[in-house]
Structure formats: C-alpha cells, structure tokens
C-alpha cells in the first residue's frame, strides 16, 4: 500500500538494511518517477557547525530541481571535513548510476554519530541495493531506514482540494533528541505531485515550517543535520498558481508537516507526554513565541511534568524570564487535558485549590498548558515533553 513519501503519484521509495547499525534498517532512498525533475524547497539547519550532507544539500537547492533523496542512519557524516564532503558526493553519485539520473539531482542526508568517518563500502552497498527494492509500497521502510533513537516511524498524509483537482502530500519525519526550534529541527522528507514554482514551493514550505517544525522543542539542542526536504513532481497534473491554490496547498502542507512534529514530541527520548503551550494576550505573536519557547525548555517546568507536580509557581517563574514585557498581575494559567480544564493563576495570584485535579490534567498523555499575558492580541502554541529518567539514560550512553 502506498503511504508517507508514496502515497502523492509518481514516487517510490526503499528502506534497506546495509549494516551502519546492527539489525534496523539503515538506509533509504526516495524518487521520482516523472520524467522531469522535481521543484524542490528546504529549510537547514541554522547550526553553525553544519554536517556535509546540509552543505552539499545547499548546492543542490540552488539549482531547485531534484529527482531524489538518499538518507542514511547510523552515521551523521558531521564534522568530517573535506573528506566527508566528498563521501557526500559518492553516496550521491552512486545513487545517480543506480538510478540512471543526473547525481546533481540526487539530494544527501545523513543522520547519526557525529565525527565518524562514513562507511563508504558498506553505504555504496547499501544504495545499489535499496535502488534495486524502489517501489511504491516503500513508505513504511523507507521512514524506518531514517531512525535513530526514534522507537517508531513517522508517517503523515494529507489530500488537498484545489481548483484544477486534487493532489496529495505525504511525509516521514525522524527526531527524538537534539530537537529545537531553530529552523528545521530534524530530518523530514515531504513529496507531493502539485505542479508549482520553486518560489511558490519555498513560500509555502517556510509559512509551513515556522507554527510546526519550528515550534517543537524536546531538549534545546539543535543538530547539524536539521533538514526539511519538499518534492514536488507535478504528477497530478494540478498547478497551484492562483493564491486561493497556493494558500490551500500551504494549508495542507502545515497539517502534514504539524501532524509530524508532534509526533516527533510524543516518541522523544524518554517522553512520557506531549505538553502544548499556548500563550495568548502577548503584545505580538514574536513575543508570545518567546514565552512558550521559554517555558517549554525550562527544565524546573519539564520535570514537574514528569511527576505531575503542581508546582504553578515554576510556570510563572519561566514567563518573568523570558525577556518580554508583562504585567505580573495581568497572567492567568490553565492547565488542560481530556475535558477538564483547572485554571491555576488569575490576575498573577494562585486560585486553585484542586491540587489532584492539577497532578491528574498534567500527567495526561497529552496536556495543555494555557497561558494569557492580558496584554494584547499575540498568541503562539509550542510543543514539547516531559523530562524523565528515561532522556538522561538514553543520552548518558547514547555517542551522538
């Protein structure tokens, strides 16, 4: 069955195991099968320090046309040097000869132990073979051949109305740690056989990316690996190029990209529960971000949510420090989960007395934190997780 980065017409895909991990599939490939190349968008990581696959990447976007994508796990081919670069071109080039394509038309990432040269005999192996396994029952390995510390894949799919017709958006997505909002914060490849601009393409990827992939956050940390890749082969034979369309495609390219990133929140390392933060009455949306975000990394508040700890006074200590303007007495808090709703602070006081209600809303499996500064009309929602014994014992052993 088609599904993921298959289920838009025209692409297949593989995941294959070739032995850069001990048993989980390590290796996959996605392609078109149209006969020109793909509009291709991305977003990178903002990293400083940024893996040769994110640069080599960056070369391919200039163009903006692609064919394919090959993605390995197991080895993040980051911060090995020139050496490293020129792995990065091999996998592509392979990948080009296997699949009788330009290889400047075959996009590299790379996802792993940071530092370790990449196995070029075992990943060349690797891609002649999953080249050989290409169809378009391949979104479920595919999505598994990404994974790292991830205990599930990450597969999403949307069906989008617009005036020529309809096409199709499918996603995989792989995260679990080292996971900020800081541009792309993971690895997450996106087809779809809409026909569009490369600048209508990155339009609607950037407007996508920033109430989505750039509002989750599990620790604080950014990877050098961070890419979002979007292909768009045109295979549906619906342009969007009205407005109405392109407001409608960027619609439903948000719901496939959101729908990932939390659950990417729901399977990080060690998570127990999703927690939403929504902040509302800012001065401005920047401002409201810059409280959640603040919230959503404070390891007092991420901890109280482990153990349902209804210590109110950790979420008021984040708010203050978040380095905008507020109204102390201005603040309410709710927490909400599963139908109830137990408001926490009014007017900057503590109100409630329902302690058992406020242990039971935060330890839900999925829990909102409601926060209005009384201030204006900005509002942002971010999206994190607990912090639990389970994350320090997975990174205290994990070499990354």
Not at 125 to 144: C, F, K, M, N
Not at 324 to 342: H, M, N, S
Request: charged residues 20%; hydrophobic residues 45%; negative net charge.
């Amino acid at each position: 069955m088609s599904c993921g980065v298959t289920a838009a017409q025209g692409f297949v895909a593989a995941g294959v195991h070739c032995g850069l991990k001990k048993r989980r599939l390590d290796l996959s490939i996605i392609a078109s099968t149209a006969e020109e190349p793909s509009t291709l968008a991305a977003v990178f990581t903002r990293n400083q320090v940024q893996a040769a696959p994110v640069l080599y990447c960056r070369e391919v976007l200039a163009g903006g046309r692609a064919r394919a994508i090959v993605a390995n796990s197991g080895n993040a081919n980051a911060c090995t040097g020139e050496p490293g670069l020129a792995d990065t071109r091999a996998m592509a080039e392979r990948a080009g000869a296997a699949l009788d394509m330009d290889p400047g038309h075959v996009l590299v990432a790379s996802t792993g132990v940071i530092g370790v040269p990449m196995p070029m005999p075992t990943v060349l192996a690797g891609i002649d073979q999953a080249a050989t396994e290409l169809g378009p029952r391949g979104g479920v390995s595919a999505a598994e051949g990404i994974l790292t510390t991830d205990t599930r894949p990450k597969i999403k799919v949307e069906k989008v109305g617009l005036a020529g017709g309809e096409v199709t958006i499918g996603g995989i997505a792989k995260g679990a740690g080292m996971m900020a909002p800081d541009m792309a914060t993971t690895l997450a490849f996106v087809t779809t056989d809409v026909k569009a601009s490369p600048e209508a393409l990155d339009l609607a990827l950037r407007t996508a990316v920033e109430p989505t992939f750039n509002s989750i956050t599990v620790d604080g940390d950014t990877s050098t690996n961070d890419c979002v890749l979007l292909l768009a082969n045109g295979a549906a034979g619906v342009e969007a190029e009205s407005a109405d369309d392109l407001e409608g495609f960027t619609a439903g390219l948000q719901r496939v990209l959101g729908r990932l990133a939390v659950a990417l929140i729901a399977d990080a390392e060690g998570a127990n529960r999703v927690i939403e933060i929504r902040v509302k009455g800012a001065r401005t949306d920047a401002a409201a971000r810059q409280v959640a975000n603040t919230i959503a990394n404070s390891p007092l508040v991420k901890t109280a949510y482990r153990s349902g700890q209804p210590n109110w006074g950790r979420f008021m200590g984040a708010i203050g420090r978040a380095g905008v303007d507020i109204v102390e007495q201005r603040i309410g808090i709710a927490v909400l989960a599963d139908g109830e709703r137990v408001e926490v602070v009014r007017g900057g006081l503590g109100v409630s007395d329902n302690l058992e209600g406020l242990a039971r809303t935060m330890l839900a499996d999925h829990t909102v934190l409601e926060v209005d500064l009384g201030l204006g009309a900005g509002r942002w929602t971010v999206w994190t997780c607990d912090l639990s014994e389970g994350y320090i014992e997975i990174n205290a052993s994990y070499i990354s």
